[in-house]
Structure formats: C-alpha cells, structure tokens
C-alpha cells in the first residue's frame, strides 16, 4: 500500500483544524505551532522534530509499518493522519474503521499503552480482536461492553477474575473494592480518565453528561474532586453515593456536602504556612499584574490563606493543596464586578491555561465565564510572547554562537 506525500500532509493539516490548533503548512513539511513540531517526510519515512531542541528527530515508516506512537500530542495527530490515510485505501476494513474512531474520541494527551502497526489493523476482524491480539490477553466479557475508546486501558488493566470490583461496586462499597482501586495503575498521563472509565461502566456517565473524549470537563472535576476529598475524610459508601446520582445537579449536590466535611475536618490542623509553589506561577501572577483587566488577581501562597478562600467561597480549593505544591497549578482569588471569583491556573507542559474561574459556592455565572475568557487571552498572549522570545534566542545563537545569549540579556535590559 504506497501513500501520497500530499495527503498525509493535508489530512495532518484537518487534523490540525478539527483541534483547533494553529499550523504553517509548506511545500515539503507542516510546523504544528501549538506544540512547536516540525513533521515531514523524507527518504520514505514520517520525521517529526522539536523546534527548540536539537537532537535528531523522531522517525517513522511512511507505510503500512507504521507503527503508532505515544510520544504525545504532536505523534497523536500523525496517528490519526496515517488511519485516515489507510482507510481511504481500504475503506472495507472494519477494524480501520473502528481504530480511526477510537483515535478520534481519545484526547490528544492520551498514552496508548498498546504498540500496533497499521498492517496489524489491516489483519484484523474488529479493534477489540486487535488489541487482544497485541495485549497478549483476553478481554472479560464482562468488559466488552465498555466504548471501544475503553477497551485499550481495560486490556492494559489486566484485572483479575477476582478483582473485579467494578461488578462489586453495583452490589456493596467492602473494603477489597477500595484496598484493589488503589492498586489499581492507568496507563494514562492523566489521571481523570480513571474516573471517566469508572462512571462509563457503571452507566453514570450519561447522566452526569460526561465526555470522555475531552481532556477537561466541568462534570468530570466535580467528580474528581468528590472521590479526593472522600478518601481523605475517610467517607464510607462513596460510590454507592454516585451510584444514586441522577444528574447533573445530583453531583454538585454531593460534592457540596463531602466538601463541608472536609472543611471541618481539616479546620484545626490548619496554620500559617508557606506553600511550595513553582516559580513559573509567580511569573504568571506578575503577568496578570501587569495587565490593566486583571491586575486585582492575587496568587494565594499560604496555607491558611488557601483555607480561609474555601471557607468564604464555600469550596474546595484546599483539597487541592497537593497539585499546587507538585506544579501542577496556582489558585488566585478576586473581586470582579462585585462578586469574589476563585481562579484555578493550570500548567500543561510548556503553557498555562484556564482550569477553572468560579464564585461562591462554585457558581458560574456570566461573569465568571467572562473573566475566564479574559484570562485565557492574557495567557494566550504571554504563551505567544514566550515563543517569540525563544525564536530570537535561537536565531541569535544561530548567529553568534554562544555570545548571541549576551547579545539578548543586553537587548532585554535596553529594553
């Protein structure tokens, strides 16, 4: 099967469009600008290259052995290009068809854990024969009835027949079904797919309106945050609980009242203390300073403070003590037209992005959509300012060697 230099590139680019994400398409090679790649073709194979680093690129066979890759978001894309590419050729393929809407339905950020090559798809009666095949291992026919966007991490799972604690979970909350969800290893980079997985075969997903196919999702941070601040108040018959849920609000209602037990549990062992918190969020807070909209957010930096906003607030944001102190994100607070607003600024690799922008008692009003889209330009800006700077560092450097880097520190104090 011999595939067009054209096409890929062109299917790359709607690839590139369906994401939203901003490209340069040239003669010979597509630069994905939103994670600073380079991918082209050359002496018949797929090349992939960071912009700002220097070691060779990442190669792969431009034909049916290519092999699928979980080297991140730019190598998902290229995926996603090669099935669109091979099931034009075969538009007969079932599997083909099948593999081309899991790669669809899975986020960019998704680590498959399962190593296939296209010709591997070809040869195959369905995507789950596929991935059996490839896994080593049988799926449970209890599991089969999961999305197809599931099968792969439950292959990778591996459980056992007696540890099949999701069936258990339909009938009692024992202590084996905890002990077994904390033994339990994704193989994902990000760990709210674990619970999108859960609520998908327990059927609560529909109800709550989750979308595993998205890497952020207002239902699905509730959820998280529920089953956070459960294990550590230590509250029984958690799932149980969100078994009942019929909706939407039935959640937030739960979170609400798991959130006051923690609160008060946490209430005495709280003192002053300075947070950890990674310098880059320092950076981002000088940022938003020095802008004229948003000058009144203030990054929280101390423990009690961090406290004392979800006491006022009505929220969790202390539960999330952890995932500040691990860089993951920094919490600032504000008063916007009138109304405090909690603002949760999340770390994606090299960029930053708006989590969550909420008031009191996680309301989410106008307002707070509207400062939320005020934030999201300002990091938007910053983002586009940090590439611009890096651009000069290599083109100085490209210029005048190692002299170039003094060549900038001088420029930036002139400036």
Known sequence: MDFCIEEFYEALCTECEREGLAYRRDPERVYIENFAHFVYISEKKIKARNYYQYSPPDTMEFNEKFVFSDMGYAFNLINRAMLKLALEKRPGSYALRECCEVFEKLPLNYE?????????VI?????????ESRGGRKLNVKYRRLPLWFLETAVSLNLQKDEEFILDLM?????????????????????????????????????????????????????????KMAEKTETNGIWQKLLKVEDVAGLERLHDRISKKYRKKIAQEIVPRELDINERFYKISEVFSKDRELSFLKLITDEKELYDEGVIQENCVHSYVEEIESGICGIFSGIYKGR????????????????????????????????????????????????????????????????????????????
Not at 123 to 131: A, F
Not at 204 to 217: D, F, N, T, V
Request: charged share 40%; with cysteine; aromatic share 12%.
């Open 340 to 415: 405090r607003y909690t603002v949760e600024i999340v770390r994606k690799g090299k960029f930053f992005e708006c989590g969550q922008c909420l008031g009191r008692k996680n309301e989410n009003d106008f307002f707070a959509s509207e400062l939320k889209r005020k934030i999201e330009r300002c990091l938007e800006r910053y983002r586009k300012h940090e590439e611009n700077k890096k651009k000069v560092e290599r083109i100085l450097y490209l210029l005048f060697g190692p002299k170039g880097e003094k060549i900038f520190d001088e420029r930036r104090v002139k400036g």
């Open 112 to 120: 498959y854990g399962i190593s296939y090559k296209i010709e591997d």
């Open 123 to 131: 040869g195959s009666v369905s995507y789950q024969k596929l991935i």
């Open 171 to 227: 009938e009692k909350d024992s202590a084996k079904v905890t002990e077994t969800l904390k033994k339990v290893k994704f193989p994902l980079c990000f760990p709210d797919f674990k619970f999108s997985f859960l609520m998908e075969f327990l059927g609560i997903g529909k109800k709550i309106g989750l979308e595993p196919s998205r890497s952020i999702w207002r239902n699905k941070i509730i959820l998280s945050d529920i089953l």
